[in-house]
Every structure is written in structure tokens, then in C-alpha cells.
């Protein structure tokens, strides 16, 4: 934290009320635990205590946290498949006064959940929006991964089908190539973690650092930590369980470039193979991987002269 955040921290722990739920705006998004239901704050509770309405993906799962807490509120269900359509009825009710809390099955909403199209909604009505903070997967992986913590980029879960997952890890990859280098982090159902890992070592370069994070705050919680080529050999080997963030740390100074320059030869030595001339293979491959077409031109005639 720099020092104007560290001096305006002291200052609210020393004369700063809490702020009460009651004082919160109209509609208020509220993290829940990720797994251990001891994670929800007294805050977070005391807000979902005395909304007029929780707003939930599954009733069911909210429902089970909150009778652990002996809480009785109304639940709403808004998910993916609903949120279109109740957006504006719950905008006509928090502008009627209306103080809703949203929450997600775990962690911090809208983070690869349900939420963003009612939050827009409601911005663009002057509907007051605020936060309760606390648990997220992501973050929480990135801090036990063991990799460098900023900047970092999150990106959610990759394609399920493996042609488009191997199209966004190369545009990943030539964004890289262009001098990106932050640690990544991704969701990913377990079912598909040995072939993500392996999609991404392949993608990015099999020696890249990583981790594996899955059923944090829970009892089996675990990080395996490796490369994505020993990272996927073992989730193949031994199948990981529950809940899944992998984490991937930048490429090396120097590796990238490298490892541009290998893909960059790669892809030009099948342009030419394939009849193209040295032109229209260079312009091929330029628009392929976004490299400026002087430099792709230059290494295709280089290549044609050996």
C-alpha cells in the first residue's frame, strides 16, 4: 500500500465509524466465502440481514449459508439465464427505495459470475451501488502461487472446446510477443485441468512457471507448484478435485523473445513450404501474428536464403 493509502487507513481506524448496513446504497454487492462459511464477515452478514431481498444464483446454496447463520431474508435467483429479463423489474423496485444485496454462490459477484448487466443497469438509472469486500478465488491463488503478484491479468475460464481454447492461449501468446508480461490467472473446471494445463504449455512454452491452486479455505485445500509441462503431467496423473485456479507466471526475460523468434521461423518455414512466395508468406504470417510486416519480411528473406 503507498502512503497516502497507509495514512488514510490509520486515520479510519482511528476516528472513522464503520459504516452500518443500514447506511449502505440502494443495491450493494456482497463477497461470500469461497469455502469456509467462517470467511463471511460481520459486515457482509449484517448487510444480507437487513436487505429487503437477496439476489442469488442458486437460492439453495445461499439459503444453506445463510441458515448456518440463522439469517431469514428474501431470495431472488438471477443468474445468467434470467438476468436480462429482471433487470428492470429490480430497477423499478430499488428506485421505489429498495435496498437489494447481490451475491454470487462464492467469492466477490460479477468476477465470472452473474451480475454486470444489473450493476449497468442500475449505474445508468442513479441507482447508488456499493460493496461489501472479502473472499476471491483469484486473488487468493495469486498470493499462494508463489509467482510475482503484479501486474497481473485475469482471465477468467478458458474456451471447453479445444480448438478455441488453443485460439485465444495464441492470441495470448502474441499479445506476449508484444511485450506483455504479467502473471496470469485463469478458472478452470477440474474435469479439464490436465488438458488446460497441457494446452497452455504448448500455447506459451512447456517450461513456464505455475501453479495450481484448487479447494482453497477448504480442508483439502492444496497449490501444486511446477511448470505447466510437469503441472499438466500430474493433473493427468493424478486428477485434481473441487474448485480450480491456475496461475501462470510471465515468460523470462529473454525467453520470450526467443520463443517468438522460434514460432515466428515455424510459421514462415510452412508459409513457404506451401508454395507462397516469400511476400505473400511474410504478409501471411504478419497479419497471423501481428508482428510488423518489415520485421516478419526481413526474417522470411532470411530464411529463404539459407
Known amino acids: 500500500m503507498d502512503e497516502a493509502g497507509s495514512a488514510g487507513t490509520a486515520a479510519s481506524q482511528a476516528g472513522d465509524p464503520p459504516v452500518a448496513p443500514a ?3 440502494g443495491l450493494i454487492l456482497v463477497a461470500t466465502p469461497i469455502g469456509n462459511l467462517g470467511d463471511l464477515s460481520p459486515r457482509a452478514l449484517d448487510t444480507l440481514r437487513t436487505a429487503d ?3 442469488c444464483e442458486d437460492t439453495r446454496v445461499t439459503g444453506a449459508m445463510l441458515a448456518r447463520h440463522g439469517v431469514s431474508v428474501t431470495l431472488l435467483a438471477l443468474h445468467d439465464h434470467n438476468e436480462g429479463a429482471q433487470a428492470p423489474r429490480l430497477i423499478e423496485r430499488l428506485l421505489g427505495g429498495a435496498r437489494l444485496a447481490l451475491v454470487s454462490d462464492a467469492g466477490t459477484p460479477l468476477v465470472s459470475d452473474p451480475g454486470y ?6 449505474i445508468a438509472a442513479g441507482v447508488p451501488v456499493g460493496a461489501v469486500p472479502g473472499p476471491n478465488a483469484a486473488v487468493m491463488a495469486l498470493t499462494l ?3 510475482p503478484p503484479h501486474p497481473f491479468l485475469f482471465l477468467g475460464f478458458l474456451p ?9 492461449i495464441a492470441r495470448i501468446a502474441t499479445v506476449e510477443r508484444a511485450g506483455l508480461a504479467v502473471t ?7 474435469h479439464r485441468a490436465a488438458e488446460a494445463l497441457a494446452a497452455l504449455a504448448e500455447g506459451l512454452g512447456p517450461g513456464r512457471p505455475a501453479a495450481l491452486a484448487r479447494e482453497m479455505t477448504k480442508r483439502f485445500e492444496e497449490v501444486r507448484r511446477g511448470t505447466l509441462a510437469s503441472l499438466a503431467q500430474g493433473a493427468e496423473a493424478d486428477p485434481p478435485r473441487g474448485e480450480i485456479v491456475l496461475v501462470v507466471g510471465p515468460p523470462e526475460a529473454g525467453l520470450a523473445e526467443a520463443a517468438a523468434e522460434a514460432t515466428l521461423e515455424d510459421q514462415l518455414s510452412a508459409a513457404l513450404a506451401s508454395g507462397l512466395s516469400v511476400r ?9 501474428t501481428g508482428l510488423p510486416r518489415k520485421q516478419v519480411y526481413a526474417a522470411a528473406l532470411a530464411l529463404a536464403a539459407r
Open 117 to 122: 448487466r444489473l450493476v449497468r443497469a442500475a
Open 23 to 25: 447506511s449502505l446504497p
Open 53 to 55: 431481498a437477496v439476489l
Open 145 to 147: 502461487s508463489g509467482l
Open 184 to 190: 496470469l490467472i485463469f478458472y478452470e473446471a477440474p
Open 160 to 168: 471447453a472446446k479445444a480448438a478455441a481454447r488453443a485460439a485465444e
Open 280 to 288: 505473400d508468406a511474410a504478409a501471411m504470417v504478419a497479419e497471423a
